[in-house]
T-cell receptor, first 113, second 114 residues
């Protein structure tokens, strides 16, 4: 079946603009995660959804970052007033429940100029 | 807090050499431990995992044993191939509650030369 998909694959934006990144998890997966992979910083957790609710938002770096999930499926990560330090690869993962392996999407490479 | 430390790369080996990538962790409680791999141009994939002490995860010739006494989960392979060239990430997560996020090491780049 289809894996986790993310769009766009690449996004170049000007500093100060807002961006939306989309994640389509594997059908039936109730848990969804966002991570950020920065050069030299490794991977960092951003937010976790179980269904449409987010029990763990502890990784969102500032109030410019928000995420939502609707219908227990698609999730959107929004970054407002982008800054250059937001440049990174944003990864989405899903699984059938928190105790299962996480399946990762290919990521969205965000470049803020 | 909870953290993962893995050896810095890059690691460069010749084909058929023995590989060890060290990973140690700090955690409150009893985490599950994972190795993920990212091949060039591809997404992260689970390589192997272990969910409790003394468990050994294995896949594609790679092995790692969950050592609670040394808080380690070192990745080993007896004979690497060029196709093993990738970035390897050690990670942990917890088995209980809502705190199921993965906590990652910084990754170790492996290059295998023919």
């Amino acid at each position: 079946g289809a894996g986790v998909s993310q769009s766009p694959s690449n996004k170049v934006t000007e500093k100060g603009k807002d961006v939306e990144l989309r994640c389509d998890p594997i059908s039936g997966h109730t848990a969804l995660y966002w991570y950020r992979q920065s050069l030299g910083q490794g991977l960092e957790f951003l937010i976790y959804f179980q269904g449409n609710s987010a029990p763990d938002k502890s990784g969102l770096p500032s109030d410019r970052f928000s995420a939502e999930r609707t219908g227990g499926s698609v999730s959107t990560l929004t970054i407002q007033r982008t800054q250059q330090e937001d440049s990174a690869v944003y990864l989405c993962a899903s699984n059938p429940g928190p105790s299962y392996e996480q399946y990762f999407g290919p990521g969205t490479r965000l470049t803020v100029t | 807090g909870n953290s993962v430390t893995q050896m810095e790369g890059p690691v460069t080996l010749s084909e058929e050499a023995f590989l060890t990538i060290n990973c140690t962790y700090t955690a409150t409680g009893y985490p599950s431990l994972f190795w993920y791999v990212q091949y060039p141009g591809e997404g992260l994939q689970l390589l192997l995992k272990a969910t409790k002490a003394d468990d050994k995860g294995s896949n594609k010739g790679f092995e790692a044993t969950y050592r609670k006494e040394t808080t380690s989960f070192h990745l080993e392979k007896g004979s690497v191939q060029v196709s093993d060239s990738a970035v390897y990430f050690c990670a942990l997560s917890f088995n209980a509650g809502n705190n199921r996020k993965l906590i990652w090491g910084l990754g170790t780049s492996l290059a295998v030369n023919p």
